[in-house]
T-cell receptor, first 114, second 112 residues
Framework: DAGVIQSPRHEVTEMGQEVTLRCKPI?????LFWYRQTMMRGLELLIY????????DSGMPEDRFSAKMPNASFSTLKIQPSEPRDSAVYFC????????????FGDGTRLSIL | GESVGLHLPTLSVQEGDNSIINCAYS??????FIWYKQESGKGPQFIID?????DKRQGQRVTVLLNKTVKHLSLQIAATQPGDSAVYFC???????????FGRGTSLIVHP
C-alpha cells in the first residue's frame, strides 16, 4: 500500500521566495495533518484538516504560512515570503476518521532557507 | 538523527539486551496512547498503541505498559537489534477524535 507521499524531499531556497510543500495522504483517510520538526521545538502541529476542511490552524506560526486541501488526495503548505527561521523538516500525516487511530507520516520535506 | 532535538534523553544498550523507554504524560483525560519510531531522514512510524482500558499490550518484540495512576507509559523492546536504533516518541490523545500530543522523544542507540 502506498503511504503518505510528500514532495519535494528537499528544498533549498533564498529568503523571500515562496515555498510550496505538497502532500498526498493515504487513500480513504479523512484527517490530514501538517507538522514541523526542529531541533529546538521538536514536533509541532501546524494545522489539520478533516474531510478537506481546516479544523484547527492555531499552530500556524504566522500569516506567512497557509495550507489548503482542495480535494481528498492533495494538500499544500505554502510559505510566502520564506525566512531562514522557517528552516525545518515538514511532515504530513494522515489518519482514518474512526475513533483512536494512529497517524501515518510521510518522510518529510527538509526545507532550508538561505 | 539531525531532524530531532538536541539534548534528547538517550538510552544506550548492547545488541541482544532488552530496552525500556519511558514516557510521562500530562493529561489525565488522555485515553489513547501511541509509540512511534523515527529513523534518521524518515517520518515517525507507528509501532504500537494502547487504550486506557488496558494496562499492557504486546506486539512483535515490543510491549507497551500503561500506568494511569502515575500517568506513565513505557515501551519495552526485547532482544534489541541495531536496526532498533532511532528516536522513539510517545503520543497521547483523548476524546475519540485523535489529535495527539507528542513527547520530546528518546534516542535509542544499540551497540553491536
Amino acid at each position: 500500500d502506498a503511504g503518505v507521499i510528500q514532495s519535494p524531499r528537499h528544498e533549498v531556497t533564498e529568503m523571500g521566495q515562496e515555498v510550496t510543500l505538497r502532500c498526498k495522504p493515504i487513500s480513504g483517510h479523512d484527517y490530514l495533518f501538517w507538522y514541523r520538526q526542529t531541533m529546538m521545538r521538536g514536533l509541532e502541529l501546524l494545522i489539520y484538516f478533516n474531510n478537506n476542511v481546516p479544523i484547527d490552524d492555531s499552530g500556524m506560526p504566522e500569516d506567512r504560512f497557509s495550507a489548503k486541501m482542495p480535494n481528498a488526495s492533495f494538500s499544500t503548505l505554502k510559505i510566502q515570503p520564506s525566512e531562514p527561521r522557517d528552516s525545518a523538516v515538514y511532515f504530513c500525516a494522515s489518519s482514518l476518521r474512526r475513533t483512536n487511530q494512529p497517524q501515518h507520516f510521510g518522510d518529510g520535506t527538509r526545507l532550508s532557507i538561505l | 538523527g539531525e531532524s530531532v532535538g538536541l539534548h534528547l534523553p538517550t538510552l544506550s544498550v548492547q545488541e541482544g539486551d532488552n530496552s525500556i523507554i519511558n514516557c510521562a504524560y500530562s493529561n489525565s483525560a488522555s485515553d489513547y496512547f501511541i509509540w512511534y519510531k523515527q529513523e534518521s531522514g524518515k517520518g515517525p512510524q507507528f509501532i504500537i498503541d494502547i487504550r486506557s482500558n488496558m494496562d499492557k499490550r504486546q506486539g512483535q518484540r515490543v510491549t507497551v505498559l500503561l500506568n494511569k495512576t502515575v500517568k506513565h507509559l513505557s515501551l519495552q523492546i526485547a532482544a534489541t537489534q541495531p536496526g532498533d536504533s532511532a528516536v522513539y516518541f510517545c503520543a497521547e490523545g483523548e476524546g475519540g477524535s485523535y489529535i495527539p500530543t507528542f513527547g520530546r522523544g528518546t534516542s535509542l542507540i544499540v551497540h553491536p
